[in-house]
């Protein structure tokens, strides 16, 4: 599975618990149960299974945004990268205005350590209310992993300490660690883990390990025993980890 993500939400969605575009919804009962098993199937990396869903999905409704945010992921985790942007951007263009087929475009890029662009992309998504926490961390992840400390530091020192989500802190973690300094990193990250649920803390953490600064997590999802970090519970990975706005009403 993935290592990078956030939550899903944006202004498309039909609501915000359930997870699913507003074409969603209108594309029937019968494309949303095949949608959700298409999303246990990649929840569980049984990836050819769940593209052989999204297949059906189209031909129960064709062109719904929400299959093709879902294929781009599983085209990124199955290393078909030219697939895969094309998946997110047909999913973008279906669904003007929507936050999370953009993310994903800006996203696949810092999976391709194509830095530069990432930064431009999530450059571009400030207009999007509701994502400045997330969209922040990813500029400072971004710019700290080509180097860039001035605009990683503009960045960081703008955040609000008082947030909904462990960006502020994984962030000043990310800093820490594109710094050497691997003890003020550990604690950042473990002043997080005692703030905010381990759920919430997983897309952050998971950027830090792409980075190679903190141990993967374990096969089970549950996060290892880290210096001042203590075990957290197990948990299970959810489908839009790296991409998200794939899990078709299971986040």
């Keep these: 599975m993935a290592v990078l993500g956030g939550a899903a939400l944006s202004t498309t969605r039909a609501t915000e618990e359930s997870g699913v575009t507003a074409a969603a919804m209108r594309a029937g009962e019968s494309y949303l149960r095949t949608l959700e098993t298409a999303g246990a199937a990649y929840a569980a990396g049984q990836l050819s299974n769940a593209l052989d869903k999204l297949d059906i999905c189209d031909q129960i409704c064709a062109n719904v945004p929400d299959t093709w945010n879902m294929r781009g992921a599983i085209y990124a985790d199955q290393h078909q990268y030219d697939k895969a942007r094309a998946a997110f951007e047909k999913s973008a263009e279906l669904s003007p205005g929507d936050f999370w087929p953009e993310y994903n475009i800006a996203e696949l890029y810092l999976v391709q350590k ?10 571009r998504l400030a207009v999007y209310k509701g994502h400045e926490e997330l ?4 500029l400072v992840y971004a710019n700290l992993m080509q180097g860039k400390m001035a605009p990683a530091k503009k960045v960081l020192t703008s955040m609000k300490s008082l947030g909904d989500t462990p960006a502020y802190y994984f962030a000043h973690s990310a800093w820490g660690y594109a710094n050497g300094d691997k003890k003020d990193g550990d604690y950042w990250v473990g002043a997080g883990m005692k ?5 919430k803390c997983m897309s952050f953490y998971d950027s830090l ?3 190679g600064w903190v141990p993967a997590r374990n096969p089970d999802g549950s996060y290892p025993q880290q210096n001042t970090l203590s075990a957290l519970p197990a948990i299970t990975p959810a489908p839009g980890d790296v991409f ?4 078709s009403g299971l986040q």
């Design 244 to 247: 998200p706005g794939t899990s």
């Design 195 to 199: 703030v905010f649920s381990p759920e």
């Design 135 to 138: 969209v922040e961390f990813k």
């Design 209 to 211: 390990v792409l980075a």
């Design 114 to 123: 194509q830095y530069a662009q990432a930064v431009d992309g999530f450059n």
